[in-house]
C-alpha cells in the first residue's frame, strides 16, 4: 500500500507538540515498516530541508504554491486532488487535522491531539478560531475512516462534541523520547546550560508555549503567594494572546525573582528541567501533556492540573491542583518545594510512570492501523 503523509505542520521550524508528534512518530514508523511505501508532502512557497530528519523508507514530495492560496483551492474548490497534486496513493495520513481534498476511494487517517478550539474557543485569537472554523473538524473527521486520539480524554470529546462513533476511535498515547528526556544527563552539559541560560542556583520552570490555555498567569500569581527562595524560570516560544502573560511578570512583587528565556530548543529542554526544583504544567486543557511526562522523565517533580488529559499522563506520580484555584496551585507548589519526602516519592513514581509511554509503541500502534485498512 502507498501511503502519504502530510508534513506541512513542520514547517515552522519550531518544535511544539504537533511538530514533535510527527518527527517522532515518522521515524519510527519509517524505521520499523518494510512492507508500505510512503510518500511524504509538503506545500509551502520556501522550501523546507528535511535532510537532518531520519525520515528512511520514503521520498520527499514538494510544492510550491503559496499556502493561503492552496488552502483558499481546497476549501472553495477541493482541488487541486492530493493523488494529482503529490502522486498517487492509497491512503492519506493526517497527523493533525489540516486542509486536504482526496478521491473517495482513498482512504483517510486523521489523528487528533485535542479539541481544545472547539471546546474552549476563548483561549485563541481570531485568526486562530477563523482557520479552526475553516478546516472543519467535524467534516474532516466524519470523512475518516479511522481517528486516532491521543488520550481517553481526546476520545472522550470527539464522542461528546463531534458525536462520532466510539469505534471508529483509536487511542494512541503519544510518546516521549527517552534518549533525550532521561535523569542520568552528563554534569559537564547540566552545567554548560546553566552557564548558558544564567539559570538561578534553585528554581521553578514553567516550560511551555506563552499562550492562555497553559495558564501561565495563574501559575505567577501563585508563586507570588510562596515563600521560597527559588526562583521562577519561564521557557518557551510566544504563542498568541501572551499580553497579560508579560502584564503579570512585570506587575509581580517577585518580579526580580523572574527570569524568562524565550524559545527553548528541544535539546536543550531535559537539562533545564533536571536543573530545576520543581517543574509546572498547570494547563487548563491539554489533549496529551508533553510538558509534565517530560519532567518526569528526567526526575523532577511536577505540579500538573487535575483538568482533561493530564491525570491520564501522570497517573499518581504528581501533585494535581485545581488550574482554576491559585491558592490551591501555591498549595501545591509549596508541598514540593518543602517536602523532601513527598519529592523522593513522586519523583521514583515519576520515571516508572513516564516510561509507559514509548515513541515506539505508538508507531507500532500507528502502523497497526495502516495494514487494517
Known amino acids: 500500500m502507498k501511503i502519504a503523509i502530510d508534513l506541512r505542520g513542520l514547517h ?60 483558499l483551492s481546497l476549501l472553495l474548490a477541493r482541488r487541486p486532488l492530493f493523488e494529482n497534486y503529490f502522486g498517487g496513493f492509497d491512503a492519506l495520513f493526517l497527523p493533525n487535522v489540516n486542509f486536504f481534498s482526496i478521491s473517495d476511494k482513498t482512504k483517510l487517517v486523521v489523528a487528533v491531539h485535542d479539541l481544545s478550539p472547539l471546546v474552549e474557543p476563548q483561549f485563541y485569537d481570531f485568526r486562530r478560531r477563523l482557520w479552526h472554523s475553516l478546516v472543519n473538524f467535524r467534516k474532516t473527521l466524519r470523512r475518516a475512516d479511522r481517528v486516532i486520539a491521543v488520550s481517553e ?70 508563586y507570588e503567594k510562596v515563600e521560597t527562595k527559588a526562583a521562577l524560570v519561564i521557557g518557551g516560544k510566544k504563542g498568541w494572546k501572551y499580553g497579560p502573560i508579560f502584564a503579570a511578570m512585570n506587575a509581580s512583587p517577585k518580579r526580580r525573582q523572574i527570569k524568562y528565556l524565550g524559545y527553548v530548543p528541544e535539546d536543550h529542554k531535559p537539562y533545564l528541567l533536571r536543573l530545576a526544583r520543581v517543574a509546572g504544567s498547570p494547563s487548563f486543557y491539554e489533549g ?49 518545594l518543602t517536602d523532601e519526602e513527598l519529592r523522593r516519592r513522586l519523583v521514583d513514581k515519576g520515571l516508572k510512570q513516564a516510561q509507559k509511554f514509548s515513541w515506539e509503541n505508538s508507531a507500532a500502534q500507528v502502523l497497526n492501523i495502516f495494514n487494517a485498512l
Open 12 to 71: 515552522s521550524g519550531r518544535i511544539s507538540g504537533v511538530e514533535n508528534y510527527i518527527v517522532n512518530i515518522l521515524e519510527r514508523l519509517l524505521q520499523m515498516d518494510h512492507r508500505n511505501e510512503y510518500v511524504l508532502f509538503e506545500n509551502a512557497w520556501r522550501i523546507k530541508d528535511y535532510q537532518h530528519l531520519k525520515f528512511i523508507n520514503s521520498r520527499i514530495v514538494q510544492r510550491r504554491l503559496p499556502n493561503k492560496l492552496f488552502n
Open 153 to 222: 480524554y481526546t476520545k472522550s470529546d470527539l464522542v461528546r462534541v463531534l458525536g462520532l462513533p466510539p469505534e471508529k476511535i483509536s487511542v494512541v498515547y503519544s510518546g516521549i523520547d527517552h534518549a533525550l528526556f532521561r535523569p542520568d544527563l552528563p554534569e559537564s552539559k547540566l552545567r554548560a546550560v546553566r552557564n548558558l541560560y544564567g539559570l538561578p542556583g534553585e528554581y521553578v520552570l514553567f516550560l511551555n508555549t506563552l499562550e492562555p490555555r497553559k495558564n501561565l498567569v495563574n501559575f505567577i500569581k501563585a
Open 288 to 336: 496529551f501533556g508533553f510538558p509534565a511526562l517530560e519532567a518526569l522523565s528526567v526526575g523532577v517533580p511536577v505540579l500538573t492540573s487535575q483538568a482533561t488529559s493530564l491525570p491520564e499522563a501522570v497517573d499518581d506520580a504528581a501533585v494535581m491542583v485545581d488550574p482554576h484555584n491559585i491558592d490551591d496551585i501555591a498549595r501545591g507548589l509549596s508541598l514540593l
